[in-house]
Protein backbone atom coordinates (compact mmCIF):
# COMPACT_ATOMS: atom_id res chain seq x y z
CA UNK A 1 0.00 0.00 0.00
CA UNK A 2 1.53 3.44 -1.21
CA UNK A 3 2.06 5.48 2.07
CA UNK A 4 1.32 9.43 2.11
CA UNK A 5 2.96 11.60 -0.49
CA UNK A 6 3.86 14.83 -0.55
CA UNK A 7 4.90 17.38 -3.30
CA UNK A 8 6.61 19.18 -4.17
CA UNK A 9 9.34 18.14 -1.43
CA UNK A 10 11.52 21.36 -1.32
CA UNK A 11 10.33 24.70 -2.32
CA UNK A 12 12.20 28.36 -2.22
CA UNK A 13 10.14 31.28 -1.91
CA UNK A 14 10.70 35.33 -1.57
CA UNK A 15 8.83 37.11 0.85
CA UNK A 16 5.28 38.72 -0.39
CA UNK A 17 4.93 35.04 -2.43
CA UNK A 18 1.99 32.43 -2.05
CA UNK A 19 2.80 28.65 -2.20
CA UNK A 20 0.19 25.72 -2.44
CA UNK A 21 1.58 22.38 -1.19
CA UNK A 22 -0.32 19.29 -1.92
CA UNK A 23 -0.42 15.70 0.13
CA UNK A 24 -2.21 12.68 -1.36
CA UNK A 25 -3.20 10.15 1.38
CA UNK A 26 -3.05 6.32 1.70
CA UNK A 27 -5.91 5.12 -0.59
CA UNK A 28 -9.12 4.87 1.74
CA UNK A 29 -8.04 7.43 4.13
CA UNK A 30 -10.55 9.95 4.45
CA UNK A 31 -8.72 12.38 7.17
CA UNK A 32 -6.04 14.21 6.56
CA UNK A 33 -4.16 16.60 8.89
CA UNK A 34 -1.19 19.27 8.07
CA UNK A 35 1.13 20.34 10.43
CA UNK A 36 4.09 23.10 10.98
CA UNK A 37 7.91 21.84 12.39
CA UNK A 38 10.43 24.83 12.88
CA UNK A 39 12.98 24.63 15.43
CA UNK A 40 11.65 27.02 17.39
CA UNK A 41 7.82 26.17 17.83
CA UNK A 42 8.37 22.84 17.24
CA UNK A 43 5.29 20.27 15.68
CA UNK A 44 2.36 22.38 15.46
CA UNK A 45 -1.11 21.58 14.13
CA UNK A 46 -2.63 23.57 11.33
CA UNK A 47 -5.98 22.09 10.48
CA UNK A 48 -7.74 19.13 9.62
CA UNK A 49 -9.65 18.25 6.81
CA UNK A 50 -12.27 15.13 6.52
CA UNK A 51 -14.18 14.34 3.62
CA UNK A 52 -13.80 17.90 2.38
CA UNK A 53 -14.93 19.98 5.37
CA UNK A 54 -12.42 21.39 7.79
CA UNK A 55 -13.11 19.57 10.65
CA UNK A 56 -10.22 21.30 13.23
CA UNK A 57 -8.29 23.98 12.84
CA UNK A 58 -4.94 24.74 15.59
CA UNK A 59 -4.01 28.62 15.81
CA UNK A 60 -2.58 30.06 12.60
CA UNK A 61 -3.27 33.64 10.70
CA UNK A 62 -5.67 33.01 8.14
CA UNK A 63 -3.32 33.66 5.31
CA UNK A 64 -2.78 29.87 6.26
CA UNK A 65 -5.94 28.01 4.63
CA UNK A 66 -6.32 24.46 2.92
CA UNK A 67 -8.82 22.63 1.58
CA UNK A 68 -10.02 18.73 0.30
CA UNK A 69 -11.00 16.91 -2.61
CA UNK A 70 -13.71 14.46 -3.57
CA UNK A 71 -10.25 12.02 -3.57
CA UNK A 72 -9.36 12.78 -0.62
CA UNK A 73 -6.37 14.62 -1.83
CA UNK A 74 -5.51 18.21 -0.01
CA UNK A 75 -3.85 21.10 -0.62
CA UNK A 76 -2.39 24.17 2.27
CA UNK A 77 -2.30 27.38 0.72
CA UNK A 78 0.38 30.03 1.93
CA UNK A 79 -0.15 33.75 1.18
CA UNK A 80 1.82 36.75 1.49
CA UNK A 81 4.73 34.42 3.02
CA UNK A 82 6.55 35.51 6.03
CA UNK A 83 10.58 34.68 6.73
CA UNK A 84 9.27 32.98 9.60
CA UNK A 85 7.27 30.84 7.64
CA UNK A 86 10.32 28.69 6.76
CA UNK A 87 9.87 25.12 8.11
CA UNK A 88 9.02 21.44 7.66
CA UNK A 89 4.82 21.13 6.37
CA UNK A 90 3.72 17.41 7.36
CA UNK A 91 0.50 16.30 6.52
CA UNK A 92 -0.65 12.56 7.95
CA UNK A 93 -3.91 10.84 7.06
CA UNK A 94 -5.74 8.31 8.71
CA UNK A 95 -8.69 6.44 8.07
CA UNK A 96 -11.41 8.56 10.27
CA UNK A 97 -9.25 11.10 11.97
CA UNK A 98 -6.63 10.79 14.73
CA UNK A 99 -8.91 10.57 17.58
CA UNK A 100 -10.09 7.32 16.16
CA UNK A 101 -7.29 6.21 14.34
CA UNK A 102 -3.52 6.00 13.92
CA UNK A 103 -1.98 8.99 11.65
CA UNK A 104 0.32 8.35 8.99
CA UNK A 105 2.80 10.60 7.93
CA UNK A 106 4.30 12.00 4.74
CA UNK A 107 7.91 12.74 4.05
CA UNK A 108 7.20 16.26 3.92
CA UNK A 109 7.37 19.61 2.27
CA UNK A 110 10.63 22.00 3.21
CA UNK A 111 9.88 25.33 2.52
CA UNK A 112 12.06 28.46 2.38
CA UNK A 113 11.69 32.15 2.24
CA UNK A 114 13.76 34.31 1.23
CA UNK B 1 -4.87 24.50 26.77
CA UNK B 2 -3.22 21.32 26.63
CA UNK B 3 0.64 21.58 27.46
CA UNK B 4 2.66 18.41 26.51
CA UNK B 5 5.81 18.61 28.23
CA UNK B 6 8.74 15.93 27.72
CA UNK B 7 11.77 15.82 29.46
CA UNK B 8 14.85 15.57 28.80
CA UNK B 9 15.18 17.90 26.14
CA UNK B 10 18.82 15.82 24.81
CA UNK B 11 19.85 12.80 25.96
CA UNK B 12 23.30 11.23 25.64
CA UNK B 13 23.65 7.93 25.94
CA UNK B 14 26.08 5.32 25.66
CA UNK B 15 25.60 1.93 24.06
CA UNK B 16 24.19 -1.11 26.03
CA UNK B 17 22.98 1.77 28.66
CA UNK B 18 19.11 2.17 30.14
CA UNK B 19 17.26 5.32 30.10
CA UNK B 20 13.56 6.82 30.41
CA UNK B 21 12.15 9.45 28.33
CA UNK B 22 9.35 11.24 30.29
CA UNK B 23 6.20 12.43 28.98
CA UNK B 24 3.81 15.08 30.66
CA UNK B 25 0.28 16.67 29.95
CA UNK B 26 -1.72 19.04 31.43
CA UNK B 27 -5.84 17.77 31.23
CA UNK B 28 -7.33 14.10 30.77
CA UNK B 29 -6.30 12.02 28.10
CA UNK B 30 -6.31 8.81 27.52
CA UNK B 31 -4.42 8.91 24.18
CA UNK B 32 -1.33 9.20 23.49
CA UNK B 33 1.22 8.60 20.73
CA UNK B 34 5.26 8.42 20.42
CA UNK B 35 7.05 9.13 17.33
CA UNK B 36 10.43 8.96 15.97
CA UNK B 37 11.76 11.66 13.50
CA UNK B 38 15.24 11.00 12.04
CA UNK B 39 17.46 14.13 10.93
CA UNK B 40 15.49 15.60 7.63
CA UNK B 41 13.15 12.91 7.85
CA UNK B 42 8.90 12.74 8.30
CA UNK B 43 7.65 11.12 11.36
CA UNK B 44 7.65 7.29 12.19
CA UNK B 45 4.88 5.88 14.32
CA UNK B 46 6.07 3.34 17.45
CA UNK B 47 3.17 3.47 19.90
CA UNK B 48 -0.51 4.29 19.98
CA UNK B 49 -1.34 4.35 24.01
CA UNK B 50 -5.22 4.32 24.31
CA UNK B 51 -5.91 3.20 27.97
CA UNK B 52 -4.87 3.58 31.41
CA UNK B 53 -1.90 0.96 32.11
CA UNK B 54 -1.33 0.58 28.53
CA UNK B 55 1.97 -0.56 27.84
CA UNK B 56 3.18 -1.82 24.41
CA UNK B 57 6.83 -2.71 23.21
CA UNK B 58 8.92 -3.26 20.45
CA UNK B 59 12.77 -4.55 20.30
CA UNK B 60 14.40 -1.93 23.19
CA UNK B 61 11.71 0.36 23.38
CA UNK B 62 8.48 0.05 25.77
CA UNK B 63 6.15 2.70 26.10
CA UNK B 64 3.49 3.04 29.14
CA UNK B 65 0.67 5.49 30.08
CA UNK B 66 -0.60 6.50 33.41
CA UNK B 67 -3.68 8.45 32.83
CA UNK B 68 -3.98 9.49 36.27
CA UNK B 69 -0.77 10.86 36.84
CA UNK B 70 -1.06 12.65 33.37
CA UNK B 71 2.17 10.50 32.41
CA UNK B 72 4.08 8.43 29.49
CA UNK B 73 7.30 7.02 29.89
CA UNK B 74 9.36 5.75 26.68
CA UNK B 75 11.96 3.32 28.01
CA UNK B 76 14.97 2.14 25.81
CA UNK B 77 16.81 -0.78 27.28
CA UNK B 78 20.22 -1.83 26.31
CA UNK B 79 20.57 0.99 23.58
CA UNK B 80 21.94 0.47 20.23
CA UNK B 81 23.25 3.42 17.87
CA UNK B 82 20.54 2.74 15.35
CA UNK B 83 18.16 4.34 17.88
CA UNK B 84 19.92 7.96 17.91
CA UNK B 85 16.64 9.79 16.83
CA UNK B 86 14.54 12.59 18.37
CA UNK B 87 11.59 11.21 20.10
CA UNK B 88 8.27 12.85 20.43
CA UNK B 89 5.27 12.41 22.18
CA UNK B 90 1.28 13.23 21.45
CA UNK B 91 -1.34 13.93 23.20
CA UNK B 92 -5.19 14.27 22.39
CA UNK B 93 -7.05 15.48 24.64
CA UNK B 94 -10.36 14.36 25.92
CA UNK B 95 -12.14 17.59 25.85
CA UNK B 96 -12.73 20.20 23.36
CA UNK B 97 -10.94 20.66 19.93
CA UNK B 98 -9.55 16.86 18.82
CA UNK B 99 -5.83 18.17 17.78
CA UNK B 100 -3.18 16.14 18.25
CA UNK B 101 -0.77 18.09 20.47
CA UNK B 102 2.79 17.34 20.37
CA UNK B 103 5.58 17.75 22.90
CA UNK B 104 9.05 19.40 22.36
CA UNK B 105 10.84 16.14 21.27
CA UNK B 106 13.43 14.45 23.05
CA UNK B 107 16.71 14.53 20.98
CA UNK B 108 18.56 10.68 21.96
CA UNK B 109 22.42 10.23 20.70
CA UNK B 110 23.33 7.25 20.86
CA UNK B 111 27.37 6.69 22.03
CA UNK B 112 29.25 3.58 20.73
Known amino acids: KAGVTQTPRYLIKTRGQQVTLSCSPISGHRSVSWYQQTPGQGLQFLFE???????NKGNFPGRFSGRQFSNSRSEMNVSTLELGDSALYLCASSFLGVQYNEQFFGPGTRLTVL | ELKVEQNPLFLSMQEGKNYTIYCNYS?????LYWYRQDPGKSLESLFVLLSNGAVKQEGRLMASLDTKARLSTLHITAAVHDLSATYFC????????????FGTGTRLTIIP
Open chain 2, 90 to 101: AVISNFGNEKLT
Open chain 1, 49 to 55: YFSETQR
Open chain 2, 27 to 31: TTSDR
